[in-house]
Each structure stands twice: as C-alpha cells, then as structure tokens.
C-alpha cells in the first residue's frame, strides 16, 4: 500500500468585495471562510477604496478562523495560494501581500492563481455535491464582475473563445433591478418574481453580437426605455406587473446567454459543459442546461453554489493542482489587476 501524503493548501482571495480564506486536504474542503462586506450596499454597487480597507480589516481574522476551523495548526500548511488578479488593485494587493509574508513567515511555498481559472476549477473540488468534469469541456463563468465561455484542454490549458464586451451579465440583472426599484444585488430577486411570471410578457430585442462574445449594456438600454414608455402611460405599470417584467428580463438574458452557448458547442463540437459565477444560480439558467441535457445530449456540471460566489476554496484547489505540479511562484511576485487565463 502506498502512504499518502497529506497536502494541506491555505487559499487566500480577495479581488472584490469579499474576503475569503479556506483549507483544501488531499482535494477536499476543510474550510471556506467568507467575510462579505455590507459597507458597499448603501452605494448600489463595490466602492474599490473602501473594499482595500475592509479586506485589511478582515483579512487576519479570516484566515486565522479558517485554519481553526479545518483543525489544522499553520505549521501543518504546505503552502499559500492567492488570486494575484484579475480584479481591483487595492483589493488584490491586501490578499498578495499577506500570502507573501505568510509563506516567508512558514517557510512553505507560495502559489499564484488567476481568479478566473479558479471560478473554472471550483469545479475540481472534490466534493458529493457536485461533479468533476472531463476533458475537454466548455466553462461558461456568469457573474457581477465576469461572462467568458473558455474552452478547456486540461487544467492549465484554457482558451478564451468568447467575453462580454461591455457588461458582465450579473450588472445586467442588478442594473435592470434597479430601474425597477429593488435592493442591490437584484439577481435572486429577479429571479425569485420571474418564477411566478410570465416570461413572453415583455419581448426584449436581442443584441447583434459576432461571434461567441456578448454585449449587455444595449439591453440595459432597452429595458429603460421600456419601461419609461410604460410609465408615461400608467405610472403604476412596474407595481402592476413586477412579475412579469422580471420573468420576461430573466428570459431575455438567458436566450442571451445560452444563443452563445449553443453556438460555442457548435464551433468546438463539445458537450460537456461546467458553469461558474454568482449567476448560475439562477434558476432559468439550470432549466435551460437541464433542457440542453435532455434535447442536445449535453453533460452539465453546476458547481456547489459555496463554490460559485467568490470563495477562497477555488483558489486553494488550484493551489493543490499546482502544488502537484512543483509550481510554484517567488517572493518577487506583485499583484495584476488585468490578468487573462
Ligand atoms: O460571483 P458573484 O457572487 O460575485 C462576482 O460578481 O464576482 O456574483 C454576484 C452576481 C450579482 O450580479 C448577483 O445579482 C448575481 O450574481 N446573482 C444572480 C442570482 N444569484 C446571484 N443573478 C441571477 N439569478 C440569481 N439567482
Ligand atoms: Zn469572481
């Protein structure tokens, strides 16, 4: 019988608005500490000035409740994986700068990870709920700050083959929100109405983009003037017909979403598809991969939604895969805020 080496990764992201540390063994989670920050709800969206300092705040707490919480001591870590970018500078620079002096304080390794590749490789984690993909699949990563699809070779071999050109897909849903009057982030509010509504209420004109890439800020547009038009009619339109208007702004975004999808399967004759991101878990967005397994004959991995959000769990899984690999990163490392896969 072979021993087994115990491989114990301390992850460590804070490219946003959250602040996560997490502890994955041999593949598995022991931990997935995240601190949201409640400071940007009042503004309507992240302030990047504000979110440097909260991560400051939050960042030794956070990880220290991390290694308590997988009953490890720090002496036991193998080594420290954080998201070097992409993302805000601030924020990244809080994340890379602890990792670094931690891994020089531990003398263990140091592990960059692109924030991107991890919302890909979440999927990875070794966990009942839910599946590991083969290779090659398509990611498609939906969420307030992100909307690629990239075609994946291996773990380290991903293609972007189509992004958003304007905005993520996740503003789209909160910024729609917020011409109707509800709280920051809309997306599951959307979508809790959009369950009761009528989804051919309102018809949306779809955006004329080429190729696998996407466009939302001409759909942000369009639903504005919709629904001043409708006001100058009657002023109660949006009370009158929340419901609707919801369902029909969820079935617009995600015909958008899976148009491409579908087209991406196409050119690369892949079926085995893997979503990540905040928005996938919305609930149009499951029926229709579920419709794709059905109709189309696709595999469809969903990621625990613990995994989907920002977490630092993704990092520390690709911290593990790339600690199998030797690689490993020098203290010279900085920060990048825009940083492809
Ligand atoms: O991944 P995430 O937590 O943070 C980043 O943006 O990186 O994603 C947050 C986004 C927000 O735009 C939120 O409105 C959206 O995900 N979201 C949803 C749902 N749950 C979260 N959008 C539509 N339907 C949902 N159920
Ligand atoms: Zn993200």
Same mark, same amino acid.
């Given at each position: 019988?072979?021993?087994? =080496?115990?491989?114990?990764?301390?992850?460590?992201?804070?490219?946003?608005?959250?602040?996560?540390? $997490?502890?994955?063994?041999?593949?598995?989670?022991?931990?997935?500490?995240?601190?949201?920050?409640?400071?940007?709800? !009042? +503004?309507? *969206?992240?302030?990047?000035?504000? &979110?440097?300092?909260?991560?400051?705040?939050?960042?030794?707490?956070?990880?220290?409740?991390?290694? #308590?919480?997988?009953?490890?001591?720090?002496?036991?870590?193998?080594?420290?994986?954080?998201?070097?970018?992409? /993302?805000?500078? *601030?924020?990244?620079?809080? /994340?890379?700068?602890?990792?670094?002096?931690?891994?020089?304080?531990?003398?263990?390794?140091?592990?960059?990870?692109?924030?991107?590749? #991890?919302?890909?490789?979440?999927?990875?984690?070794?966990?009942? !709920?839910?599946?590991?993909?083969?290779?090659?699949?398509? &990611?498609?990563?939906?969420?307030?700050?992100?909307?690629?699809?990239?075609?994946?070779?291996?773990?380290?071999?991903?293609?972007?083959?189509?992004?958003?050109?304007?905005? $993520?897909?996740?503003?789209?849903?909160?910024?729609?929100?917020?011409?109707?009057?509800?709280? +920051?982030?809309?997306?599951?509010?959307?979508?809790?109405?959009?369950?009761?509504?009528?989804?051919?209420?309102?018809?949306?004109?779809?955006?004329?983009?080429?190729?696998?890439?996407?466009?939302?800020?001409?759909?942000?547009?369009?639903?504005?003037?919709?629904?001043?038009?409708?006001?100058?009619?009657?002023?109660?339109?949006? #009370? =009158?017909?929340?419901?609707?208007?919801?369902?029909?702004?969820?079935?617009?975004?995600?015909?958008?979403?899976?148009?491409?999808?579908?087209?991406?399967? =196409?050119?690369?004759?892949?079926?085995?598809? $893997?979503?990540? /991101?905040?928005?996938? !878990?919305? %609930?149009?967005?499951?029926?229709?991969? =579920?419709?794709?397994?059905? %109709?189309?004959?696709?595999?469809?991995?969903?990621?625990?939604?613990?995994?989907?959000?920002?977490?630092? &769990?993704?990092? #520390?899984?690709?911290?593990?895969?790339? +600690?199998?690999?030797?690689?490993?990163?020098?203290?010279?490392?900085?920060?990048? &805020?825009?940083?492809?896969?």
């Amino acid at each position: 019988m072979t021993t087994h =080496k115990d491989i114990y990764i301390l992850g460590i992201e804070s490219s946003c608005d959250d602040t996560s540390a $997490a502890i994955i063994h041999n593949g598995k989670k022991l931990s997935n500490v995240v601190a949201n920050q409640e400071v940007h709800k !009042a +503004y309507g *969206g992240v302030v990047p000035e504000l &979110a440097s300092r909260a991560h400051q705040q939050n960042i030794v707490p956070v990880v220290q409740q991390a290694i #308590a919480q997988a009953g490890i001591d720090k002496e036991q870590l193998s080594a420290v994986a954080f998201t070097r970018g992409p /993302g805000l500078m *601030g924020s990244l620079l809080v /994340g890379t700068s602890f990792a670094k002096s931690l891994a020089l304080g531990l003398n263990i390794p140091l592990i960059e990870v692109n924030h991107m590749q #991890a919302h890909i490789l979440a999927h990875f984690i070794e966990d009942e !709920a839910q599946t590991i993909p083969n290779f090659p699949f398509l &990611a498609m990563t939906i969420s307030g700050g992100h909307t690629q699809i990239v075609k994946v070779n291996h773990h380290f071999d991903m293609e972007v083959i189509g992004h958003t050109i304007d905005d $993520a897909v996740g503003e789209a849903f909160d910024k729609s929100g917020k011409m109707l009057g509800l709280p +920051y982030p809309a997306g599951p509010i959307i979508d809790k109405y959009a369950q009761e509504g009528n989804s051919t209420a309102f018809p949306f004109p779809k955006p004329k983009v080429p190729g696998l890439d996407f466009s939302f800020s001409g759909f942000k547009t369009s639903v504005l003037y919709f629904l001043q038009k409708q006001q100058k009619q009657d002023p109660d339109f949006i #009370a =009158k017909h929340l419901k609707d208007i919801c369902a029909s702004i969820q079935h617009a975004i995600i015909n958008i979403l899976m148009d491409k999808l579908k087209k991406a399967v =196409k050119e690369t004759g892949i079926k085995e598809i $893997a979503i990540g /991101g905040g928005v996938s !878990a919305n %609930s149009g967005i499951r029926n229709a991969l =579920k419709q794709g397994e059905s %109709s189309y004959g696709w595999t469809t991995h969903i990621p625990k939604f613990e995994y989907t959000t920002d977490n630092a &769990a993704m990092i #520390a899984i690709v911290g593990y895969l790339k +600690y199998l690999e030797g690689d490993f990163t020098d203290q010279s490392i900085t920060a990048k &805020a825009r940083f492809s896969i």
